[in-house]
């Protein structure tokens, strides 16, 4: 691989540090997502000193409606994380990202256009599953409460529902995604903030100006897919995005120090490995 194309590993190395970074901040999740969409906004209006979007109406619109479903993925996200753990939670969100954007794809988009890449990308959405229930095994019982656990399965589902949609959006507007990232970025920040007011804490506080770092190294991961997509194919740079759940799972046991038995953490390894071998599948389909 060359070096110009080596920024294909750059998403998966920011989105797999991103969420361990948040963890160790610490904060409340709306706390988190204000200053990751803080380091969000700084990045893009960078980005408009070396590209200049076509901001239509409809580029606008779009946009600021992906990064306002991005919001309430992301709010989730770091709920999720709270209250699961980053290393379960993690395989899980990936899953779900995996499972909206296929069957969207191929009800849609029709991406899956023949018998052999609809059951290639069958076999990999079920890998995948198979992976997920691997790492949020516990061999000891869960002393989480229902309703806690409720908790967790609506922060996972609202995030996964998220962060799907602030894919197909752009997609089904076709909107590039060069021109999507001011107005995705703006929708980001009001819709984080609006979120903020509810419930308890400040919004603005220290670690909220902490949680701008994570943004940054999210939204430079961002940046990296458009530039990879370009460079070795949407297919190839979606597929190797998804490796970054090796590093926020595998982070999660051991920088976060997420307990987990030795049975779990075997199980941990093969999920992780079966997660990334059902992304590649599907990426495969995709192709």
Known sequence: MSLENLVVLIPPL??????????????????????????????????????????SRTVVLAGF???ACCAVGQTNQFRSFA?????????????????????????????????????????????????????????????ASPAQRNAGLTALLLCGAGLVAYVIIPKWFGVNSWDAILPQSVGLLTTAFLLSLRGEGRPFVKKTWLNILPGLIWATGNLALLLADERVGVTTGFTVSQMGVIISTLGGVFLLGEHKTRKELVLVFIGVALVIAGGVLVGQARA
């Open 83 to 143: 209250l699961l753990g980053v290393s379960t939670a993690m395989p899980a969100i990936v899953c779900l990202q995996l499972l909206g954007t296929s069957l969207i794809g191929v009800l849609v988009f029709h991406e899956w256009p023949t018998t052999a890449k609809v059951a290639l990308g069958t076999t990999g959405l079920v890998v995948v599953m198979l992976g997920v229930a691997m790492t949020s095994y516990k061999e000891v019982r869960d002393t």
């Open 14 to 55: 920011c989105w797999g540090i991103q969420p361990l970074l948040v963890a160790k901040v610490g904060g409340l999740p709306k706390q988190q997502v204000l200053g990751s969409t803080l380091g969000a906004l700084a990045l893009a209006l960078f980005a408009l000193n070396v590209v200049s979007p076509h901001l």
């Open 65 to 67: 409606a992906s990064g």
